[in-house]
Structure formats: structure tokens, C-alpha cells
């Protein structure tokens, strides 16, 4: 009895193995306090609402502080031609979260279809690389509303270039 005990214990998610207790969604400590930055452009042929076809790419630069404590600070900036948007979300409403080593955001469209981005990173903590997939709704096309307030429906697959993920050491927004 005292052996099923013991392997229900240690088998119990986000609990204690071999006196390493972590939460679950915690932050590795190689992770503590290192901004990780992420960056990409993506592009998905579509009609909008005025009547004018999606010819410009979208560049989307995420940058998320891993605190000493192991919250997560994002600030989310996209630009397009003329157009740009910038945010910051505190860890109450950050997109990303651990899972395991990498850390994954995931991203709702404004109306029809979600992006993810993953990012993993080496033992160390000083490289990463990104991945970025664009997901639409079964039946559904990819929907959003540009930088510009315009809806548009996308006509063709999303294309994603240029991904880039680096890593600072210490607390960006505090610069």
C-alpha cells in the first residue's frame, strides 16, 4: 500500500519528483529573467470588405519577459504598409504559457481562424527557434480584421516567412 501511494504521488500532474516540485505551466529556471523575442511576416490572399484585395504582408513581432518569478509579460506589436498596432498584456491575459520546455502562445482571430506559435528552446536557454501555424475553422475560411479595421476573408493559404527567435537576458520593458 505504501508503494501505490508513493506512484500516485509522483505520477499526480504538476506535483513533486524527486524533490523537483514544479506548478504546472511553470517556467524552467534556465527561463527566469530572459526576454524572448519572436518575429515573423505573414501574408494570406484575401478579398476585404471595401472591395480591395489583401496585397500586403503583415510583420508580427512578440516579446515576452520570463520574470524572476516566472510570470510572463507580452508585448505584441504587427505592422503593414502604413498601419501598426501595439499591445501589452499583463500575466493575467498573456497568450503564452509553458509547456514543458517551449512556450506556446495561441492566438483567436478576430472572427474566423487562431494562429499558434511555439518556441523551444535549447538546454541552456541562450537559443530558440519558432514555429508558426495558422489554423482555419472546418468549412470556414481564415477571417480577421486588418490593422486597417477592414474585415477580410481570406482566398488562399497563409504564408509565413522570415520566423526569427532570439533571447536577452533580463527585462526588456525595463530598459
Wanted: proline share 5%; with cysteine.
Amino acid at each position: 500500500m505504501r508503494i501505490d501511494r508513493m506512484v500516485q504521488f509522483i505520477l499526480m500532474p504538476g506535483s513533486c519528483f524527486l524533490l523537483f516540485c514544479v506548478a504546472a505551466n511553470a517556467a524552467p529556471p534556465q527561463a527566469l529573467d530572459k526576454t524572448v523575442t519572436v518575429s515573423f511576416t505573414g501574408f494570406t490572399p484575401a478579398v476585404c470588405g471595401n472591395g480591395r484585395h489583401n496585397n500586403r504582408s503583415r510583420t508580427t513581432t512578440q516579446r515576452i519577459y520570463i520574470s524572476t518569478k516566472g510570470r510572463l509579460f507580452v508585448e505584441g506589436a504587427a505592422h503593414s504598409a502604413v498601419y501598426s498596432r501595439k499591445r501589452r498584456a499583463p500575466p493575467s491575459q498573456a497568450a503564452f504559457h509553458f509547456s514543458g520546455s517551449k512556450l506556446v502562445g495561441t492566438f483567436a482571430s478576430s472572427v474566423s481562424g487562431a494562429r499558434r506559435e511555439i518556441i523551444s528552446f535549447d538546454p541552456s536557454f541562450h537559443g530558440c527557434t519558432a514555429q508558426v501555424i495558422v489554423g482555419e475553422e472546418p468549412g470556414r475560411p481564415f477571417t480577421w480584421i486588418s490593422l486597417s479595421g477592414v474585415r477580410c476573408t481570406g482566398t488562399g493559404k497563409t504564408e509565413i516567412s522570415n520566423i526569427s527567435c532570439s533571447i536577452a537576458d533580463g527585462n526588456v520593458f525595463a530598459r
